[in-house]
């Protein structure tokens, strides 16, 4: 396989491996080619690597990184799905794991063993040098989904007093000093941070220059116990590219940069996706019983509210036996309604997840929300009350549908706002449960508003 590497594709046009890759560097590993898988992966990108373990069968991926050896990048552990990267820690072997934890920062190298069994955790930490075990160890003591996890213990911090040309050279000389960092955090004698300096301001103004006379102050400072997803809408609310985070006594203990928080932003945009279907946390790389255990909870609920529904039907089984049109035109109202309602909920789940959307301006958004499901109601009464009476040839059958598809797209304007901020309103995550009861409604009222019209002017 080896005169054949060159031309084999590694990307196709929207920049996602080839499928043609994928099978030649799983061919590499079931022949045993440590050569050709190597020749293979060398130039890819960390997350391009984990993508490509996470394509490959389970069987193969320990086999990639086993043939890959020290050639492997450890900066691919932290891009995995959480599913995939926990089957890793459970089968690598721990000297392995401790290689990778000691190439990587501290909050990757969280990520990659916070979920282990104690024991291996502590076996891996005593590989790791004595600075940054201490520093994960720290970072493991606080909450999940906190700043404190997220957070790099590996900053520049200075006293205000130094100048620039100081500064420079401890930047120059210092090896313990992160490879990367945006900012220069300015601190007080107590380590409580009075300010930051840009690292281009440092650069472009004189070596006697005093640092306190250039210090700009924090936008916003981060408490180790604040909610990734709230430090995530501050770094998207005010532009920020890094921030300082301090702990119970304000001391300045590690920072932020914006590659975390584009994690956390995507990981919360997928967590609403999914829960507005019904999946929980699923990943495509779950297993079937996980997406078994995924679904089965919603669709239980799901099968509940149906049988509401048809319920409701059967109060009106004499009115439909004696119209057929009845039961032929009924489903119509009922899916015009639901997806009405999705269409609502999602923008509104959205902007509550976005905090676009609160009791500042609820009564506004509500209030077009029902201006825009009265007026598409009545536009497709229209449009479905004609066709009803073409059809069938009865205009009180016409008349019948379309006043219900008013009352349904209304009521669908309405469930779909007012629900979400309800559940919100209790603390209850709307993304979670707001598809189940706004189908209920539209459903529900669909069908009383049609067979309960119908029983009362056709029959």
């Known amino acids: 396989m080896s005169e054949n590497i060159d031309k084999i594709i590694t990307h196709d046009e929207d920049g996602a491996l080839t499928a043609d890759f994928v099978r030649a560097v799983s061919s590499a590993l079931v022949d045993d080619d440590k050569k050709t898988a190597r020749q293979l992966t060398k130039s890819l990108h960390a997350a391009d690597l984990a993508d490509l373990i996470e394509q490959l069968p389970r069987s193969e991926r320990v086999e990639l990184i086993d043939q890959l050896g020290r050639t492997f990048d450890a900066n691919a552990y932290p891009e995995l799905e959480e599913d995939v990267r926990d089957e890793l820690m459970e089968v690598l072997p721990n000297s392995v794991i401790a290689s990778a934890v000691r190439k990587l920062d501290t909050d990757d190298a969280v990520y990659l063993i916070e979920e282990m069994d104690e024991d291996d955790r502590d076996e891996i930490l005593k590989k790791v040098p004595r600075p940054e075990r201490e520093a994960m160890k720290r970072a493991l003591d606080y909450p999940e989904d906190t700043a404190g996890r997220l957070m790099q213990t590996s900053f520049v911090a200075i006293p205000s007093f130094w100048t620039v040309g100081q500064t420079i050279d401890y930047m120059r000389d210092d090896d313990d000093l ?17 300010g930051f300096v840009p690292v281009s301001h440092i650069l472009r103004n004189p070596r006697e220059t005093i640092v306190d006379d250039i210090k700009l102050e924090h936008t916003k400072i981060f408490h180790v116990t604040d909610k990734d997803e709230d430090v995530a809408y501050y770094f998207e609310q005010y532009n920020l590219t890094s921030a300082a985070v301090v702990d119970e006594d304000g001391r300045l203990v590690g920072s932020l940069t914006i590659d975390d928080m584009v994690d956390v932003l995507q990981e919360e945009a997928e967590e609403d996706i999914l829960r ?3 999946v929980g946390n699923e990943e495509i790389t779950s297993t079937i019983m996980d997406a078994i255990q995924s679904r089965f909870g919603w669709l239980a609920v799901n099968l509940f509210t149906a049988v509401l529904a048809s319920w409701v039907i059967s ?45 500042v301006n609820a009564a506004r958004v509500i209030l077009r929300e029902t201006s825009v499901g009265l007026i598409n109601g009545l536009a497709f009464a229209v449009v479905l009350g004609l066709f009803a009476w073409w059809w069938f040839g009865s205009d009180t059958l016409g008349m019948v549908i379309g006043v219900a598809m008013i009352v349904n797209m209304l009521m669908a304007a309405l469930a779909g706002i007012l629900i979400p901020l309800g559940l919100d309103y209790y603390d209850i995550d709307p993304a979670v449960s707001s598809g189940v009861f706004v189908t209920t409604v539209t459903d529900v009222v669909g069908f009383f508003a049609f067979l309960g019209l119908a029983s009362w002017w056709l029959v």
């Not at 945006?182 to 409580?192: K, L, M, R, S």
């Not at 004499?318 to 999705?342: C, F, R």
Request: proline share 5%; glycine share 10%; aromatic share 8%.
């Open 178 to 194: 992160p490879d990367n960092f945006y900012e220069i955090y300015v601190i007080d004698t107590n380590f409580h941070t009075t």
């Open 276 to 278: 507005l279907g019904g």
């Open 315 to 359: 109060l009106f089984d004499g009115t439909i036996e004696q119209m057929v049109s009845l039961a032929i035109l009924m489903p119509i109202v009922a899916s015009m309604g639901g997806n009405a309602g999705t269409q609502t909920m999602t923008v509104a789940v959205r902007a509550i997840a976005t905090r676009d959307l609160g009791p």
